[in-house]
């Protein structure tokens, strides 16, 4: 096998219209930021998929662990008051 | 995303939390435990379905350049294409595991890696270009659509996108075989031919018999796979078979009959050794293909070279300004 | 007894000049999406493979409607395939920059780059032409070619600015390719005569700004704009380079196989 230069590895995330929210669409590999912006516009927006794109280093990104679930997210499962609906409202009245 | 922690041995109490997740249905992501021999045949399959991506190019390919009308043209580049961007979906998906994309590649470059039977077999008319949208990408959506209900996330993920896509690549197969088989003698002639050739292959890309496939009962239980070898290969020949009478063309198997009783269509005996030849190595094209994938790799690697060389010198430039 | 004469025109152009000025348009990029589409499934890299291809669909989608344009202007029941399949090379009107083989990578990018200048400049002029159809082309043309340019000059920097190899191949190339740029800029009798119907862009001022934006990207990528004087012309007259014919004849191979059929 002959060398072999990997390049480093990006997230691409997508916006499917203006206003929506972006979200990850996948990787590409690319040696600096320009090439990352135009290979994910070519590999993920050319249906149309796409009206904005965010390139990140792979290596930037941060995740949750899977063994801080539980400590993560289950608390924010019982905060009933958080949620409009917790709420009750005068039969007639026209909420805004 | 960086590499994922190194799972440990596998736990027997991890293991039972595991499968009743499976169990439960739910979906397995890149950071979540699983065990060793999960990550492997996942690995082993999602890389063997990139490579079948990516060799799949060129068969396809072939014709790019020959392509007899504007919109054909357009369309087959469009369609040979995707399959890149297919290969590199599913690529993407290994490295959540934790697998580089070179890694991976080296592999298939070295001759260690599979990829579908089915393009190791020579494209020789136009119309192959239509039978393999049709046959080929058919087959494939029946097993992609499954492979969308896998249990590893980013895997499924992939696969919906792909399915999608892949519609797309079908739809213009069989129109095209359509177009040919109503059009001129030598057209319907050619479609035909093509048919005849590509049939038992495409019956051979859903793999071993399930009474010959090591990895089936494994892969079932994970639901990493969700229906075996011979459902798929079924479905895809009930579905077909109508298809093919509609067009007027016929199938090159004279024990291919209606059974009432099952409501399937039953079909002659595949050629195993046929099979095992050309997964082996021995096809008519395997030669031809890695040798066509390794001179791209070997011919860009002063391109991907040079692209780093550039990154690393305006890197250096931006921190020496700051 | 009198003998017939022998005496021709020099130019053997068609009859309506607007015809052969839409097909030099066409042409250009038929033929050069032809070559980047020839690189499908060899690419140097998946995501280069994808964004060659993306870019032999921009071109050649240009091409079709083009063709179809110059069809109907010719009124002679031509429609793109037609025009496309079966004209032997003397009848394209193509510039040879675009009919030179792929290479290595850096004659493609060296040959993508000079085209993607002259063609932001010329659809950008085109977008604002006389003839409602060519302008609305020009204009949907000038978007994906601004991104062409945009791709093929960060590849100029990447490959000039890279390493010792790929600086020496790219210059090598730009060495090559320079003897036919000219050819994208000498006014003609076509050019002249589609003035008259309002169809005309100032090749001069074109020129001017292609030489820039050239000088600064090849600048920047620490190559050398070619000293040579060399020039070589005669597409857009049909005197191509043999390369286009080779060309053709895979292209055009199975249409002309089939003659009467469609597909």
């Known amino acids: 096998m002959t060398a072999d230069s990997q390049w480093p590895l990006w997230e691409v995330f997508t916006q499917g219209s203006k206003g929506l929210p972006f979200a990850h669409a996948g990787s590409v590999h690319a040696v600096d930021a320009e090439n990352a912006l135009l290979n994910a516009r070519d590999v993920y927006a050319r249906r149309g998929e796409a009206v904005n794109l965010w390139v990140v280093p792979s290596s930037a990104i941060v995740a949750s662990a899977p063994s801080d679930a539980g400590p993560f997210f289950d608390p924010g499962n019982d905060k009933a008051y958080r949620h409009p609906q917790f709420y009750k409202v005068p039969r007639g009245v026209v909420v805004f | 995303m960086a590499n994922t922690t190194t799972a440990p041995h596998d736990d027997p109490a991890l293991v039972a939390a595991f499968e009743a997740r499976i169990a439960a249905g739910e979906s397995i992501e890149p950071k979540d435990w699983m065990p060793e021999r999960y990550r492997r045949q996942l690995t082993r399959m999602m890389s063997q379905h990139a490579h079948s991506e990516i060799v799949g190019m060129l068969p396809e390919g072939n014709w790019i350049t020959r392509a007899p009308s504007l919109r054909r043209k357009l369309s087959l580049i469009a369609k040979v294409q995707d399959e890149a961007g297919h290969g590199l979906y599913i690529y993407c998906g290994t490295e959540t595991l934790g697998v580089d994309r070179h890694e991976l590649v080296n592999q298939l470059l070295d001759g260690k890696a599979k990829y579908s039977s089915i393009f190791n077999y020579p494209t020789l008319s136009f119309s192959d270009v239509g039978v393999i949208g049709w046959l080929v990408d058919g087959a494939a959506i029946v097993n992609q659509t499954i492979l969308a209900k896998t249990s590893y996330g980013p895997y499924a993920r992939a ?164 | 007894m009198t003998r017939p004469s022998v005496a021709g025109d020099r130019t053997s152009g068609a009859a309506n000049p ?105 659809l950008d002029a085109l977008s604002r032409c006389g003839h409602a159809d060519l302008a609305a082309i020009a204009a949907k043309s000038l978007k994906e070619d601004k991104y062409h340019l945009r791709h093929s000059s960060d590849w100029m920097l990447k490959l000039g600015d890279g390493t010792p190899e790929s600086h020496a191949r790219t210059q090598r190339a730009l060495d090559t390719l320079w003897r036919y740029t000219d050819e994208l800029f000498v006014p003609d009798a076509v050019d002249h005569a589609t003035a008259a119907l309002g169809v005309s862009i100032d090749l001069d001022a074109i020129r001017a700004q292609w030489h820039q934006l050239v000088a600064d990207v090849v600048g920047r990528a620490t190559l050398t704009l070619p000293a040579s004087t060399v020039r070589a012309t005669g597409g857009r007259s049909g005197r191509h380079t043999e390369h286009l014919g080779h060309m053709l004849a895979e292209m055009q191979i199975v249409a002309r196989s089939h003659p009467g059929a469609t597909w």
């Open chain 2, 159 to 322: 696969m919906i996108r792909i399915c999608k896509e892949e519609n797309f690549h079908k739809r213009q197969g069989f129109e095209l075989c359509a177009h040919l088989a109503k059009g001129t003698p030598a057209q319907q002639a050619m479609v035909q031919e093509s048919l005849n050739r590509f049939w038992w292959p495409s019956l051979m890309m859903f793999g071993p018999s399930d009474t010959d496939s090591p990895n089936s009962g494994e892969l079932l239980r994970w639901k990493v796979k969700r229906k075996t070898n011979d459902e798929l290969r079924q479905r895809f020949v009930n579905l077909t078979v109508p298809q093919v009478q509609a067009l007027g063309l016929t199938l090159p198997d004279p024990d291919l009959t209606f059974d009432e009783a099952t409501g399937n269509w039953t079909f002659g005996a595949i050629d195993w050794d046929e099979f095992q030849q050309v997964i082996s190595g021995n096809g008519p094209c395997n030669h031809e293909r890695l040798a066509a994938r390794r001179k791209a790799h070997n011919d860009g690697e002063w391109v991907r070279a040079a692209a780093t060389a550039y990154a690393a010198k305006r890197a250096s430039a931006s921190t020496e300004a700051a």
């Open chain 3, 18 to 122: 607007l015809v052969d000025y839409l097909l030099r348009i066409a042409d250009d990029r038929l033929v050069l999406g032809h070559r980047l589409s020839e690189w499908c499934g060899h690419g140097p890299i998946l995501e280069e493979d994808i964004a060659l291809s993306n870019m032999a669909l921009d071109l050649i989608g240009a091409a079709s409607a083009l063709l179809a344009l110059a069809g109907t202007v010719e009124g002679k029941g031509r429609d793109a395939d037609a025009l496309a399949f079966f004209r032997d090379e003397t009848a394209y009107r193509n510039a040879l920059l675009v009919e030179q083989p792929n290479g290595d990578f850096a004659v493609t990018i060296v040959r993508q780059f000079l085209f993607d200048a002259y063609s932001v400049l010329q």
